[in-house]
């Protein structure tokens, strides 16, 4: 009897995982098939309604991923005038909105850097420079990717880095799974990478993304520039206490770099030197990032991004193939597709009521309210898309700034800057994802570290939103 009962409950188990796809598509039309049919709560539309349940719908598909995110995104641009909340003319010129173009603009210059051999060539001189130690060589894994990024997509950079990381571990004969210096050398970069990536523009394609999303709701702006000053402090107090919890928890247990170093040497010697197309890319990388700086407010960061993709082909200093290869086409539909219904959700006021009846009316100061949202929007993100969590958190987010008289742009902050910090779990970005594929790395070795990296970033994001953003003009 009870190895029937066994049977039964592992053959149960096993169809429920095959058709879990099947019940998660039922259940999330069901849910808006009730929605779109419910009375009319006090203080909501009918086309706040109908928003909600296009958000219900998108938020469970984005969660689960029972569809790819980007196809989600194109189900909110076409459920979006089927249920008159826009028209189509609004919603897919919202699909091509600056953001678009920018995210897209940088993708292809990343792709360029990266197909020259340039970034390569780079990663490679800093490490063999600073690995004269394990200790250096560590330090030099974990700043090199997060100097890289900032000007290309983290993803692109834990990409690029992975390979190398993987020789060295070769090289040095450390065992996986087990030895503390190989676990320490392959987090390193992947933590790199994700405080990296919230200094600018380039390092994730959500902070454009949240920007947007901003402009389409308030008209308010952030320019390159103002992001790098309010994240920057952020950024360098992570990557200290980061070093630190690394060397706390993965001893280094080896003494000597030298197979590793020579490895390097002899990768830098069969690049050669570096070519007329790697000098010609990093004079036009310098140029445009200038330009982002001082001129994103009077040109535009897509005109400059655009313009400088232009310049890439007129010099051929990349060939479309190489733009093929590199470029996540899926995420320029999702970000898309995100702004569409995140401006729908604030302009119907449904992001509004929402956020009301799930937050606003429990919090009555404007402080714990930035702790709510910054620490719903990084616990988020270690589940799902930081991309997915901007969409979701940042109607409510900016409908909340203007309940509570809080300047929205510290909102978007608040929002943007904690999406992208997950370092628990190998499906939270997938530069923790490369990581852990290594195989010289558990999951228990990620996630008590991370864990507390988590915390020190929830903190630090409080701390500086109260402490440093009023100086440079973002009160709350």
Known sequence: ??????????????????????????????????????????????????????????????????????????????????????????????????????????????????????????????????????????????????????????????????????????????????????????????????????????????????????????????????????????????????????????????????????????????????TQREKLISILMLATITAWMFFSKTIGIANIAIIAVVLVFLFKLAKWKDVEENVNWGIILMYGGAICLGFALEKSGAALWIANFFIGNYIKSPFWLIVIIAAVSLYLTEGISNSAVVAIMMPLGISLAKQFGIDARVMTFAIAIPSGLAFCLPMSTPATAIAYSSGYVNIKDMVLPGFILTIISLLNVILISKIYWPFIGLIY
Request: glycine share 6%.
């Open 1 to 274: 009897m009870n190895d029937y009962k066994s049977s039964f409950f592992a053959s149960s188990l096993r169809f429920f995982i095959e058709k879990r796809r099947f019940f998660v598509i039922a259940i999330a039309i069901l849910l808006f098939l009730i929605i779109l049919n419910l009375p009319l709560p006090q203080g909501l539309t009918s086309e706040g309604r109908s928003a909600i349940a296009v958000f219900v719908l998108c938020l469970t598909f984005w969660v689960t991923a029972v569809i790819p995110l980007q196809i989600t995104s194109l189900l909110a641009i076409v459920l979006l005038p089927v249920l008159n909340i826009m028209t189509s003319s609004e919603a897919y010129a919202l699909f091509g909105n600056k953001a678009v173009f920018f995210i897209l603009g940088a993708f292809i210059l990343a792709a360029a850097v990266m197909s020259s051999g340039l970034s390569t060539r780079l990663a490679l001189l800093v490490l063999n420079r600073f690995g004269n130690s394990p200790l250096q060589l560590l330090s030099s894994l974990f700043l090199v990717t997060a100097l890289f990024s900032h000007f290309i997509s983290e993803h692109a950079v834990a990409a690029m880095i992975f390979p190398i990381t993987l020789e060295i571990a070769r090289e040095l004969k450390l065992q996986p799974s087990k030895s503390s210096y190989a676990k320490a050398i392959f987090i390193a970069p992947a933590w790199g990478c994700i405080i990296g990536g919230i200094g600018t523009f380039l390092g994730g394609a959500r902070n454009p993304l949240a920007v947007e999303i901003l402009y389409e709701s308030t008209g308010s702006y952030i320019g390159f520039f103002e992001w790098i000053k309010a994240a920057f402090p952020i950024v360098f107090i992570n990557l200290l206490f980061g070093f630190l919890i690394l060397l706390l928890f993965f001893r280094i247990d080896i003494k000597d770099t030298s197979p590793a170093k020579k490895n390097l040497e002899k990768k830098i010697k069969v690049l050669g030197k570096m």
